[in-house]
């Protein structure tokens, strides 16, 4: 698809990496113009793909339908550098997340020592922002019945949460659980295992598609089911919906991908408006609403602004001009430290310019890194939401504290 | 439950936001759908309203009769282009320039350029030969040549920043950035200006420029202008995100990067669009919809052997059909025939030969527009999104009205 590229540099212009980091030529010279010499089967010898950090703006941008990101992606796994140290281990992010999670107050501990830190530096990680801590109590432990595939009511959703939320922040699965239970669904946690996108930004492909023919066969046997497939986590949606099919080409990918919808897309468009409304109550802050890349690059629109611009009290900006700049593990590596943190200094200074005083994102990695760098609280669409539920008073407020299981559904 | 918006506008254009803006300041909820990022993003950010002569409103007149600017009164083309102002304002981007009078910007070629609207970074640009100019160039910017320039204004002075390789871009973002601004003032200080008047690649940072060229102002006590470059060109790309950050505010929805796959009618409706996905396929509803997909470069338009397609609603379009006179001695010179195609519309913006009431087209797809023969693609682009805004506004209303006569009836 790479020549239908006009050379028109609207790529470029869409590309965080290239406007800071003079080293990488832009996603038209890495993407197709570069194309254009790479033959099948041949190691890829430019250095520079490694700088895209693939935020797939460029991709999204692009008016003449060129998948620049995917094939530089498609470049970077087949670039010849050897696999580092650093690379390697965030392919593994899952394996990780399960060891760590095992042992996760003497992880976390581990992780907070200047000497791990130093040695993680020496490593190729970087430690310039903090890492995200473990819970024991994962999403996984604390769901009953992972696996459950007999739901009765008609309402039946599968979540698929993704390993941030299910190794690092379990507690907003948890308020999604509750949530969609008190809109009516019935909610259940299918055996999954990570989205494979980690593994596809740290250029081990064979891994990737481990990952996402493990993830396909757990899923189709719910959608065969009946049940629509919930994702949480924009990355994760972005690669079930469209690198299982355009990067991994793994069977089963198109049925999976049209039964996939993003939380916040599935609920405006099952329910009315108005049932989701008529439950919001009043939240007194000041909200900066920062779009992740791939949520954009989705192109379903902004679903949860819908919801955010409909809680009374709430002041709300948005912003979907810059990129956070982590994109993942990007900017983990030490590699990317610098590229990472000029971009996301961009995206910090505006969302100071709001004087927010809270950041709500989709994104785990974007909350991360924008909660970072400009000091202010940044949560997933799910914590507002449940401020705005609470404020609706006590009784609402009582039967979700007593909401112990998925199976009950609660009227308010 | 689906959403069902008020307006989706197809097209996230000059046209297609600025109509997006007057529908959401009258409290409509609208969709951009878009398959990919505008025209105006690579464009020099200055609004050419009419080229052809001194005054573009009285240019206007002169325009032959099927020139779609004759769909509008003079009126309403000073309130389109006010309105733009004052929203560019808002988003801190000002602009300057009026109507009435056309002027000159210096272009990387060193020749002027016609055009009417400025941004403010630009206000005291000149092409006039005879001209003293203190040219500021970075060494490693690869889409800046000063060397035209000052070939053609020979008084001029150059001096270049050694910066290493560097872009437009990621020039503007250093700029935005108190110490590289800190520095470059004292490197420019140091150097021997004798010129009034100093030009450098528009590359003063994104939305600080207006506030970066003032403080260089102030310092150097001389004005100072930018050149827009080769894209990526900075002052396309703030005036671009100057309007869509204004749609936003606005409630707008964007859809972004999917082409239209198919079109959902009923009787004289059109009711949804659904756009390409490898997933799911995404489904917008409308009551009403505004076509502004731009021509040929824009994607709105394509020319097969058998003739010029309108790729979205496939709507008939009206194209110089005699192929021989596509060919000419020079390369699609201004006057090339081609320009002529487009959708045909009536008076309210809908396009002729058709039964669909809800549909309303804007922007250079429109017919006889000649965005280039006339250098009016921006302003055109304004004026006819807004008006399709109006009558867009005025069908929701009329069919509103008639729901609730058929219900007290």
Known sequence: MFQNCIRCTVCVENCPVFAVNPLFPGPKQAGPDAQRFRLDGEAVVDDWVKYCCQCRRCQTACPYGVPCADIILRAQMKHEEVKSFSRQMFARVHTLGRISSSLAPLVNFLMRRERVKSLMRKLGVSTSIPFPSYRFRTLERSWKNVGLLTGRKEKKVALFHGCFMNFNQPEIGRKIRNLLSILGYEVTIPPQTCCGLPALGNYDEERARKYAQKNLDCLIPYVDAGYDILYTCTSCGLTITHDYQKILQVSGGKKVAENTYYLYDYLLNTLSKEAITSLLGEVDLKVTYHIPCHLKALGIGYPFREILASIPGLDLSIQDEYCCGLAGSYGFKRENEETARLIGEKAARRIEETQANVIVSDCGACRMQLSHLTGCEAVDPADILEKSLLARGMKLKLSYFFLGSHRVGISV | ?409
């Not at chain 2, 921006?378 to 006819?384: F, K, N, Q, S, Y």
């Open chain 2, 1 to 409: 439950m689906e959403i069902v918006y008020d307006v989706v506008i197809i097209g996230g254009g000059m046209a297609g936001l600025t109509a997006a803006i007057r529908l959401g300041q009258a409290g409509l909820r609208v969709a951009i759908v878009s398959r990919g990022d505008p025209i105006v993003c690579l464009s020099t950010g200055c609004i050419d309203v009419l080229a052809s002569g001194e005054n573009p409103l009285e240019g206007v007149e002169k325009l032959p009769e099927n020139h779609p600017y004759h769909l509008v009164d003079r009126e309403f083309i000073k309130e389109a282009l006010n309105h733009f102002l004052s929203v560019v304002k808002e988003e801190g981007l000002p602009y300057d320039g009026t109507w009435e009078k056309n002027r000159k910007v210096l272009t990387p070629l060193g020749v002027g350029k016609t055009t009417c609207l400025v941004p403010e970074t630009m206000v005291a640009s000149t092409a006039d030969g005879e001209a003293r100019l203190h040219v500021i160039s970075f060494a490693g910017l690869k889409d800046f040549y000063p060397g035209y320039i000052l070939a053609r204004m020979p008084a001029s002075d150059l001096s270049v920043l050694e910066m290493g390789r560097v872009s437009t871009m990621s020039l503007a973002s250093r700029f935005e950035t108190e110490e590289f601004l800190d520095f470059f003032l004292s490197w420019l200080k140091s150097t021997d200006i004798k010129a009034d008047l100093i030009a450098l690649p528009a590359v003063l940072g994104w939305q600080k420029a207006p506030a970066i060229k003032d403080r260089l102002e102030d310092e150097l006590r001389r004005p100072v202008f930018e050149i827009p470059t080769l894209p990526p060109s900075v002052p396309g790309i703030r005036l671009h995100r100057a309007l869509v950050r204004k749609a936003l505010r606005l409630g707008t929805q964007f859809y972004r990067g999917r082409p239209i796959s198919t079109v959902e009618k009923a009787a004289q409706l059109v009711e949804a669009v659904t756009l390409e996905s490898p997933g799911r396929p995404i489904r917008v509803n409308g009551r009403a919809f505004i076509l502004a997909t731009g021509s040929f470069v824009g994607g709105g338009l394509i020319s097969h052997r058998s003739g010029v397609e309108e790729v979205v609603f496939h709507l008939p379009v009206s194209y110089p059909v005699d192929r021989m006179n596509w060919f000419g001695e020079k390369f699609l010179p201004p006057e090339h025939p081609i320009e002529e195609a487009g959708i045909l519309v009536d008076g309210e913006f809908r396009p002729k030969n058709t039964d669909l009431e809800n549909l309303f087209v804007a922007g250079s797809i429109l017919a006889h527009s000649r965005v280039l023969r006339y250098g009016c693609g921006h302003g055109l682009a304004i004026v006819t999104g807004e008006a399709a805004a109006s009558s867009c506004l005025r069908y929701l209303k009329w069919q509103a009205e008639g729901d609730t006569c058929s219900k007290t009836a």
